[in-house]
């Protein structure tokens, strides 16, 4: 990933950003967004950046008019698309994420009288983009649920484990009052699939780690949760026993998930100090599309591309 300072040198103008999409958006050339063809696409001379399809079934003698931003998430506003970049920079460089506050102040400055709500609607616009396809894991995998938010009242000191707040299983209690569960899979040395979920039983986490992993997975690791008493029909299944004080045992534990949640966790408390319900999914997308991005120095290329196909 460059630096903020070759950043602002690549894209100086707006020119500069759109011939870039362009790239990224048509690496062999200018398609249709709506009949994907190549053929009697026409360029405006007079508006650059936009052009004509006259295909048959598509824009035909009338033609069909569109632009570089057409059918991507730039479409439909006026903000200027070096302003959409310069939010995706500071947010993928955030290794904690980056408040709509924060970015506001970055770029307009402390005393800026621009609306803050510009900010903070491309920050969850570029949340919502950062939902990336995922196949199915394989080798040694971790799952883990843990839980955000609440009240620090709530918080009982003998039933929370050290990443969350999680009681151990069959016990309830006021540990997950008013919290929201967020279960992930992490492939040791790979990739993360996160996801909110509205609860913690059987049905759920046998679920997801069905669609998330291969059944070719070499280890499937968990913590003792009833929840994924059902895995051991379809995958080497293995448990460490938390509440039994066992945390490794051998090449079975939880730590490379667990570390995941404690970053994503002093992201939240750090940088939004609390998010809502609504809007949590969102943010679960950005740890998890930054974090298997982490090893990417195209990561920002990656994610201009994914939203403009």
């Known amino acids: 990933m460059q630096t903020i300072d070759a950043f602002d040198k690549q894209f100086q103008t707006e020119d500069d950003c759109k011939n870039f999409l362009m790239g990224m958006r048509w690496p062999d050339g200018v398609r249709c967004p709506r009949c994907k063809s190549k053929e009697r696409i026409y360029v405006l001379k007079a508006r650059p950046f936009h052009w004509v399809c006259c295909n048959k079934g598509c824009g035909e003698r009338r033609g069909y008019r569109f632009s570089v931003i057409t059918k991507t998430i730039f479409e439909n506003t006026k903000i200027p698309l070096k302003l959409w970049f310069k939010v995706a920079f500071l947010i993928l460089t955030a290794k904690k994420g980056i408040s709509a506050l924060q970015v506001h102040r970055v770029i307009f400055g402390e005393e800026s009288t621009h609306a803050y ?10 949340r919502c983009a950062m939902k990336g396809d995922v196949m199915p894991l394989t080798g040694e995998v ?22 969350g707040g999680k009681n151990p299983p069959g016990v309830g209690g ?16 790979g990739m993360i699939i996160a996801k909110v979920i509205e609860n913690t039983d059987t049905a759920t986490l046998d679920s997801f780690v069905r669609q998330s992993v291969s059944t070719q997975a070499k280890l499937v690791a968990t913590d003792e949760h009833s929840g994924y008493r059902l895995l051991g029909r379809d995958y080497d299944h293995r448990v460490v026993r938390h509440s039994a004080g066992q945390y490794v045992v051998g090449t079975t534990h939880t730590n490379t998930i667990e570390g995941f949640w404690s970053l994503f966790k002093r992201g939240i408390i750090g940088s939004y100090h609390k998010v809502s319900k609504q809007y949590l999914p969102l943010y679960v997308n950005e740890f998890a599309w930054r974090f298997n991005n982490r090893k990417n120095p195209a990561m920002f290329a990656d994610l201009i591309q994914s939203v403009s196909r």
């Open 174 to 189: 006021p540990g997950t009052a008013g919290k929201i569960a967020v279960i992930g899979a992490i492939a040791r040395k």
């Open 142 to 163: 971790e799952i883990d649920e843990t839980y955000v938010g609440g009240k620090a009242k709530n918080r009982h000191g003998g039933r929370t484990n050290h990443h």
């Open 117 to 126: 709500h510009t900010s903070w609607y491309l920050c969850m616009r570029w």
